[in-house]
């Protein structure tokens, strides 16, 4: 199969294409920098350069490479951790999710290619109600706080056109939080969020009772693999299998990184100083099932709980 890799250099991206490569598929790899192309020529594909937001480079790119499926993984999130608004932060990551996602799937049909896969996430969208791990067919959030609707907003749009996308076949991928080599939770120049674990600056907030859904970036990408190979649709949740509240995970991450235990800081505080949706992420939000990708996909995870994930896979 000939797989066309959108956001070919990101965390996940580089993951993919050797293990791509390595079960026999050619992969063109899309990056907007052409200094990128080496990299990606490295890790076994065939560079093309292309603005994901310029509708007419996307598809005569797409319509170059000639490929059976498209795998959309675009995100701008090098700077994640810098920001301080969460609407600034996911601000271009939002247009790739909307006018990205309208620009791929316009030169998939224009090329006829067959299979369509995207990324989404997890991590918290789901309503804050109910039991603490969702599937599914649960609901996403009617009612977000201020910071998370344009973002959420913007994941129902493409987790809409992906699956409605006919003739394509659309399978949306729905990440749970990554770390692992590259992620902002793993060791190396891009581990911005394990560093202030280190340093003590990613406290609990309030009774630490939102639950998270981890996923070892290694693991994201042998999913998107599957996806690939399995005659299938829909939307499925890309989480191990031990969703836990931060009071569990983040001193066990602390632990495993040689840092002190983390801080505690009391709900009012972490609003005022950090704002509503830290407060929400910290005590409010739902974890999800993996038991459809289990069952459906035939994957298998390397790092089944973040409990061994991160003494053995942070990189």
């Known amino acids: 199969m000939k797989i066309f890799l959108a956001g070919a250099t ?7 294409i050797p ?10 790899g899309m990056t907007r920098s052409p200094g990128k192309s080496d990299a990606l020529k ?3 594909a065939e560079p093309v350069v292309a603005d994901a937001l310029n509708r007419d480079e996307v598809i005569a790119a797409v319509g170059r490479a000639n490929p ?10 090098t700077t994640l951790a810098s920001e301080k608004s969460f609407e600034k932060a996911f601000e271009l ?3 790739l999710r909307t006018k990205g996602t309208d620009n791929l799937i316009a030169a998939a049909r224009a090329a006829g290619v067959k299979k369509f896969i995207a990324q989404s996430y997890t991590g918290w969208p789901y309503a804050r109600e109910g039991g603490a791990v969702k599937s599914e067919e649960d609901p996403l959030d009617p009612n977000p706080v201020p910071a998370f609707r344009t973002t959420l907003n913007a994941i129902r749009y493409l987790e809409s056109a992906v699956t409605s996308a006919q003739p394509l076949q659309g399978v949306v991928l729905r990440y749970g939080a990554f770390y692992g080599p590259g992620t902002s939770l793993g060791n190396g120049a891009s581990g911005t969020h394990l560093e202030l674990v280190r340093k003590r600056k990613f406290p609990i907030v309030g009774n630490g009772a ?20 399995r005659n299938v649709t829909g939307i499925y949740n890309i989480v191990d299998d031990e969703p836990a509240p931060v009071r569990d995970w983040l001193p066990a991450l ?18 005022l100083v950090a704002g509503e949706y830290i407060v929400v992420m910290m005590t409010e939000i739902r974890g999800a099932s993996n038991a459809k990708a289990k069952r459906e996909l035939g994957w298998q995870l390397q790092y089944p709980t973040w409990r061994r994930g991160f003494v053995e896979g942070l990189g």
């Open 10 to 16: 990101g965390a996940i991206g580089m993951q993919l």
């Open 19 to 28: 293990m791509l490569v390595k079960a026999g598929h050619r992969v063109v």
């Open 42 to 44: 490295a890790a076994g």
């Open 68 to 77: 059976d499926a498209i795998v959309h993984q675009l995100t701008a999130l």
């Open 93 to 95: 990551t939002n247009r």
């Open 210 to 229: 939102g639950v998270w859904s981890f996923i070892h970036i290694s693991d994201a990408a042998r999913a998107t693999v599957h996806a690939l190979e």
């Open 254 to 271: 602390a632990q495993a990184v040689g840092a002190k235990p983390p801080m505690r800081i009391p709900a009012w505080l972490g609003k």
